[in-house]
């Protein structure tokens, strides 16, 4: 009986995956538990198919995760939406320092998110009308339990053609990645 390594496990769940040509692949943690070649060997295999033009959902509790070909970033923080949007926008310094930890900015990130937040959804309402033919995910209002708790609540969310995105949080976070993916495993029509 042969035992595979953890490196050649996912070479072999990502090539499987690949045979059926999907139009996205859903990584979720790719890099726990690899050696240092193996971490080496998926970036750069993530990167070369992003390149080839199949989109990527990266999941990771880990910035230092991230390959240059990603384009958008969502954080997730205490169960909610901390932060999305495109890369360079999300990954500032002072964001990263609040998502893990660095508690002498809350008290300002809480009030200038709920102004922050109310605005962006009164824009993004008027340009999702027509840009949501272009989405491979759609998700609109989605409430996301994990048990009984609900994790996140009316849950906006867009993915569309060309962009790759990662969602970063801290490790308890886990639990609401596979939650969330698994229901939209279970519910084919929110992939177009």
Not at 168 to 180: D, L, P
């Given at each position: ?19 059926s040509?999907?139009?996205?692949l ?7 538990g ?11 295999t ?15 509790n ?31 310094q002072?964001?990263m320092?609040?998502?893990y ?30 840009r ?10 989605v ?5 009984n708790?609900?994790?996140?609540e ?39």
């Amino acid at each position: 009986m042969r035992y595979y390594s953890n490196g050649e496990t996912r070479k072999t769940l990502i090539g499987k995956a690949l045979l059926s040509d999907p139009k996205m692949l859903i990584l979720d943690e790719p890099f726990e538990g690899l050696d240092f070649n193996s971490v080496i060997w998926l970036k750069q295999t993530i990167s070369s198919l992003i390149r080839k033009g199949l989109a990527i959902l990266l999941i990771s509790n880990r910035v230092e995760d991230l390959v240059p070909e990603i384009t958008h970033v969502l954080c997730l923080k205490s169960g909610e939406v901390f932060a999305k949007g495109e890369r360079a926008d999300v990954l500032t310094q002072e964001r990263m320092e609040l998502l893990y930890e660095n508690k002498k900015f809350e008290e300002k990130k809480e009030e200038n998110l709920l102004l922050t937040n109310e605005v962006q959804e009164s824009n993004t309402l008027k340009k999702n009308i027509n840009r949501d033919q272009d989405a491979i995910i759609l998700m609109r209002k989605v409430n996301v339990r994990y048990g009984n708790k609900v994790v996140l609540e009316n849950f906006n969310w867009t993915v569309k053609k060309g962009e790759n995105w990662k969602i970063v949080g801290a490790q308890w976070s886990r639990e609401i990645y596979t939650a969330k993916f698994n229901h939209c495993r279970q519910s084919p029509g929110l992939f177009k």
